[in-house]
């Protein structure tokens, strides 16, 4: 048995990629539960650590403890390229929306921006103070990348500059991988990532602020993610939160748009069979 | 988005080197789709192969036919394809689940088959020794119409026996290529005697028509501007016309123009083609040679030869320009593989490390006034954060630096099959960048999924240790 660090879904939702820690990729048919494929996508040297499908769900990006980023051609199950990317375990990885980049990080602090079709890295940022990269996400349009680093911050990064365009901090993040993303409500962009003492923090994008905390999980809250207006987040208690978005009342509208985050909806605990797994079917 | 770091605009526009070699089964004939994203290609033995060009493996296998495909054209949303071949019959297949969406039978080999540049539905036909025909699909049973290849003639008072002349002569007329407008409002159709006609498709008849050369046209194409024409003859002459507005109101069919621009021919080796293509822009026009190893290119601005590309060592057939990039897609006639032209752009050393920048020349470095000064760090963090007071907008596209400039489009979606079985792509020498290694996959392609990579660079540094790993647990 191998422990699973990293899942995704293709984009038609029919398919869902696992890395694990005996160096495999297996992909998965969401509806029967079985293996697409009679064999794993193998080819790393260490434990795979982090997965991304590219928007047409063609291409899967991987990134593993071996430092390196690996392009597969999905229909084959072949490797396509081999990305020498970091010196250190790749953390984190995303295709951009219109699947021409991929972005990768590492706990060497770099974060890459790679151009998909000649394998060739386009951009390095990295900042002066070099803190390790635990997670990195496009923004929804695709023209900044925001990285997740150990000092207790996010960087929204100007790809093309090379620059910090945003840093907010607010959470705690010091050990762990943390993970988070972008959403929006009602046209207004938030940034949702979880931090180390069990909450979930959202920020306005444009005006740095925390605009609301959310009370997730006893001990560290791992991993938040935002469909539309449903949110979930995973935590060391071993359980899955959904949240819904409520409308504030008209009277008392928010100018952020996405205060009045409800309590958590419901929890999805590990162990029982998972009923409202409807919920966190999507990734958008 | 990779535009917005590329230099590749400082790339020239035309392809040097073969970059990729594909096969499946042996190839006839290619078409890129609209997008530029898939290429359909035909083989001798009547499926339809469609290739993924970002992972240059194949993404669909669509068997119907059982004779060589002759003709591929795809619609606009990239969701249909027709296929014609030399077995009497065209398909137009849904690639959103691969089946036969509807099936067309003629009663001679078909030459080529082009779909109407909007409506998926319709689609006109040149046939062997037959009229061509405007094959309409939007009823149960489809509907053909024949379309005349005989100008009409203006000297009604001429005498009988003239008449029964030009009788004879129109019966021998037979149109050998045809292609539709930009705008789906006419259709452009060569015959064997070296005419071009402009064809009405609601009327069905000749509205222009001219002798543009001497010999039978065998390839007709547009730009994607739709403004000059491409018309190859195998009277060894490749010629380009500009063509005007026709779906201007006020059109005249008596006034109709269609100025001969270039001729590209080589004089000395007096070689004939056997394809011609457009580039993206119709600024370079490319040909493959009959008998002979070479494609040309020319420049259209100059009329001039550009470049030759010497590669594989067989004659190639049927070439195709990529619809945006420097790209050409080329298939041999011995062994039907297709060979993929491009330009490999250099790996920038300096997007690797940040810190420095590629110069030309030496620059003498002037230092900064406060470059040295010593700041406490607090004020560092603080006027750092105070700088970043930019509006930001994540979530609005940038459409310019998208090719697909009618977004009305419906978004046609590629559906990604697992079951293609081994895939036939062959890679015996694959073009590696700077940085990247590729790996052969031969063993795999015949001995169906291949566990053993051979990956050199993963190797040479130890695996992270287990300790580092436990971190997120």
Same mark, same amino acid.
């Given at each position: 048995?191998?422990?699973?660090?990293?899942?995704?879904?293709?984009?038609?939702?029919?398919?869902?990629?696992?890395?694990?820690?005996?160096?495999?990729?297996?992909? $998965?048919?969401?509806?029967?539960?079985?293996?697409?494929?009679?064999?794993?996508?193998?080819?790393?040297?260490?434990?795979?650590?982090?997965?991304?499908?590219?928007?047409?769900?063609?291409?899967?990006?991987?990134?593993?403890?071996?430092?390196?980023?690996?392009?597969?051609?999905?229909?084959?199950?072949?490797?396509?390229?081999?990305?020498?990317?970091?010196?250190?375990?790749?953390?984190?990885?995303?295709?951009?929306?219109?699947?021409?980049?991929?972005?990768?990080?590492?706990?060497? +602090?770099?974060?890459?921006?790679?151009?998909?079709?000649?394998?060739?890295?386009?951009?390095?940022?990295?900042?002066?103070?070099?803190?390790?990269?635990?997670?990195?996400?496009?923004?929804?349009? +695709?023209?900044?990348?925001?990285?997740?680093?150990?000092?207790?911050?996010?960087?929204? $990064?100007?790809?093309?500059?090379?620059?910090?365009?945003?840093?907010?901090?607010?959470?705690?993040?010091?050990?762990?991988?943390?993970?988070?993303?972008?959403?929006?409500?009602?046209?207004?962009?938030?940034?949702?990532?979880?931090?180390?003492?069990?909450?979930?923090?959202? $920020?306005?994008?444009?005006?740095?602020?925390?605009?609301?905390?959310?009370?997730?999980?006893?001990?560290?809250?791992? $991993?938040?993610?935002?469909?539309?207006?449903?949110?979930?987040?995973?935590?060391?208690?071993?359980?899955?939160?959904?949240?819904?978005?409520?409308?504030?009342?008209?009277?008392?509208?928010?100018?952020?748009?996405?205060?009045?985050?409800?309590?958590?909806?419901?929890?999805?605990?590990?162990?029982?069979?998972?009923?409202?797994?409807?919920?966190?079917?999507?990734?958008? | 988005?990779?535009?917005?770091?590329?230099?590749?605009?400082?790339?020239?526009?035309?392809?040097?080197?073969?970059?990729?070699?594909?096969?499946?089964?042996?190839?006839?004939?290619?078409?890129?789709?609209?997008?530029?994203?898939?290429?359909?290609?035909?083989?001798?033995?009547?499926?339809?192969?469609?290739?993924?060009?970002?992972?240059?493996?194949?993404?669909?296998?669509?068997?119907?036919?059982?004779?060589?495909?002759? &003709?591929?054209?795809?619609?606009?949303? =990239?969701?249909?394809?027709?296929?014609?071949?030399?077995?009497?019959?065209?398909?137009?297949?849904?690639?959103?689940?691969?089946?036969?969406?509807?099936?067309?039978?003629? %009663?001679?080999?078909?030459?080529?088959?082009?779909?109407?540049?909007?409506?998926?539905?319709?689609?006109?036909?040149?046939?062997?020794?037959?009229?061509?025909?405007?094959?309409?699909? &939007?009823?149960?049973?489809?509907?053909?119409?024949?379309?005349?290849?005989?100008?009409?003639?203006?000297?009604?008072?001429?005498?009988?026996?003239?008449?029964?002349?030009?009788?004879?002569?129109?019966?021998?007329?037979?149109?050998?290529?045809?292609?539709?407008?930009?705008?789906?409002?006419?259709?452009?159709?060569?015959?064997?005697?070296?005419?071009?006609?402009?064809?009405?498709?609601?009327?069905?008849?000749?509205?222009?028509?001219?002798?543009?050369?001497?010999?039978?046209?065998?390839?007709? %194409?547009?730009?994607?501007?739709?403004?000059?024409?491409?018309?190859?003859?195998?009277?060894?002459?490749?010629?380009?016309?500009?063509?005007?507005?026709?779906?201007?109101?006020?059109?005249?069919?008596?006034?109709?123009?269609?100025?001969?621009?270039?001729?590209?021919?080589?004089?000395?080796?007096?070689?004939?083609?056997?394809?011609?293509?457009?580039?993206?822009?119709?600024?370079?026009?490319?040909?493959?040679?009959?008998?002979?190893?070479?494609?040309?290119?020319?420049?259209?601005?100059?009329?001039?030869?550009?470049?030759?590309?010497?590669?594989?060592?067989?004659?190639?057939?049927?070439?195709?320009?990529?619809?945006?990039?420097?790209?050409?897609?080329?298939?041999?006639?011995?062994?039907?593989?297709?060979?993929?032209?491009?330009?490999?752009?250099?790996?920038?050393?300096?997007?690797?490390?940040?810190?420095?920048?590629?110069?030309?020349?030496?620059?003498?470095?002037?230092?900064?006034?406060?470059?040295?000064?010593?700041?406490?760090?607090?004020?560092?963090?603080?006027? %750092?954060?105070?700088?970043?007071?930019?509006?930001?907008?994540?979530?609005?596209?940038?459409?310019?630096?998208?090719?697909?400039?009618?977004?009305?489009?419906?978004?046609?979606?590629?559906?990604?099959?697992?079951?293609?079985?081994?895939?036939?792509?062959?890679?015996?020498?694959?073009?590696?960048?700077? =940085?990247?290694?590729?790996?052969?996959?031969?063993?795999?392609?015949? =001995?169906?999924?291949?566990?053993?990579?051979?990956?050199?660079?993963?190797?040479?540094?130890?695996?992270?240790?287990?300790?580092?790993?436990?971190?997120?647990?």
């Amino acid at each position: 048995m191998a422990g699973i660090s990293a899942v995704a879904w293709a984009p038609d939702s029919k398919t869902i990629a696992s890395g694990s820690d005996d160096k495999a990729i297996r992909l $998965w048919d969401r509806v029967t539960g079985r293996p697409m494929k009679p064999k794993p996508l193998l080819g790393h040297h260490s434990y795979v650590y982090c997965l991304a499908f590219s928007p047409k769900g063609n291409i899967l990006a991987s990134g593993s403890y071996d430092e390196a980023v690996f392009l597969w051609d999905v229909r084959a199950g072949r490797l396509m390229r081999s990305l020498p990317a970091h010196s250190d375990p790749v953390s984190g990885i995303d295709f951009s929306q219109d699947g021409t980049l991929v972005v990768s990080c590492s706990t060497d +602090g770099l974060t890459r921006i790679w151009d998909t079709s000649t394998g060739q890295c386009l951009r390095t940022l990295v900042h002066e103070d070099n803190p390790p990269i635990t997670s990195v996400c496009f923004a929804p349009n +695709g023209r900044y990348v925001l990285a997740f680093s150990m000092d207790s911050c996010l960087r929204l $990064w100007d790809y093309v500059s090379g620059t910090v365009k945003k840093t907010y901090s607010g959470h705690t993040n010091e050990g762990f991988s943390i993970g988070g993303c972008f959403g929006s409500v009602q046209g207004e962009p938030f940034i949702a990532a979880p931090s180390e003492d069990g909450e979930i923090v959202l $920020w306005d994008v444009k005006n740095k602020e925390v605009v609301q905390r959310i009370k997730g999980h006893n001990g560290v809250c791992f $991993w938040v993610d935002v469909h539309e207006d449903t949110m979930a987040s995973a935590g060391q208690d071993g359980r899955i939160r959904v949240y819904k978005h409520q409308s504030p009342e008209p009277a008392v509208k928010d100018i952020n748009g996405v205060a009045g985050v409800d309590e958590a909806l419901s929890d999805l605990a590990v162990t029982e069979p998972l009923i409202k797994n409807e919920d966190i079917k999507q990734e958008t | 988005m990779n535009l917005l770091l590329s230099d590749d605009y400082l790339l020239q526009d035309y392809p040097e080197n073969i970059t990729n070699t594909i096969r499946s089964g042996h190839t006839t004939c290619l078409r890129f789709n609209r997008k530029g994203d898939y290429l359909a290609s035909g083989r001798v033995d009547g499926t339809v192969v469609v290739w993924d060009l970002e992972t240059m493996g194949v993404a669909q296998k669509l068997r119907g036919h059982r004779a060589a495909i002759t &003709s591929l054209s795809w619609s606009r949303c =990239g969701r249909y394809l027709l296929s014609a071949c030399q077995g009497w019959r065209a398909v137009l297949w849904d690639l959103e689940n691969g089946t036969r969406f509807r099936e067309v039978r003629f %009663r001679a080999p078909i030459y080529t088959a082009e779909l109407h540049p909007w409506n998926h539905k319709l689609f006109v036909a040149s046939v062997f020794d037959e009229a061509p025909s405007l094959v309409d699909l &939007s009823d149960p049973n489809d509907v053909k119409h024949t379309l005349p290849s005989a100008p009409r003639r203006a000297n009604a008072d001429a005498d009988a026996a003239t008449k029964e002349k030009q009788a004879k002569e129109d019966a021998k007329q037979m149109t050998t290529a045809t292609v539709w407008t930009v705008t789906g409002d006419h259709i452009l159709a060569g015959t064997n005697k070296g005419r071009l006609n402009i064809i009405d498709p609601n009327t069905h008849e000749i509205i222009w028509s001219e002798k543009i050369c001497s010999s039978v046209v065998t390839t007709l %194409r547009l730009t994607g501007s739709g403004r000059e024409l491409l018309a190859n003859s195998q009277d060894r002459i490749i010629r380009t016309f500009h063509v005007p507005n026709l779906s201007a109101e006020d059109l005249d069919t008596d006034t109709i123009q269609m100025p001969l621009e270039h001729k590209f021919q080589d004089v000395v080796n007096r070689l004939s083609w056997n394809h011609v293509t457009f580039s993206a822009t119709g600024e370079y026009v490319a040909a493959s040679t009959y008998n002979n190893h070479e494609l040309y290119i020319w420049e259209r601005n100059h009329g001039s030869l550009v470049r030759m590309l010497e590669g594989p060592k067989e004659e190639q057939g049927v070439i195709e320009w990529h619809p945006h990039r420097a790209m050409l897609a080329a298939c041999g006639l011995e062994t039907g593989r297709i060979y993929i032209w491009s330009v490999t752009s250099p790996q920038r050393w300096s997007a690797l490390a940040p810190d420095f920048v590629e110069v030309e020349e030496n620059v003498e470095y002037i230092e900064r006034e406060d470059e040295f000064d010593i700041h406490p760090q607090e004020e560092i963090v603080k006027r %750092r954060l105070d700088l970043e007071d930019e509006d930001i907008d994540v979530l609005t596209t940038d459409l310019r630096k998208g090719y697909d400039e009618d977004s009305g489009v419906t978004d046609f979606r590629m559906p990604v099959l697992y079951d293609l079985g081994a895939s036939d792509s062959e890679e015996e020498f694959v073009a590696v960048s700077t =940085g990247t290694v590729r790996r052969r996959s031969m063993g795999e392609a015949e =001995g169906g999924e291949d566990a053993e990579e051979d990956k050199p660079t993963a190797g040479k540094k130890p695996p992270a240790s287990k300790s580092s790993k436990s971190k997120k647990k």
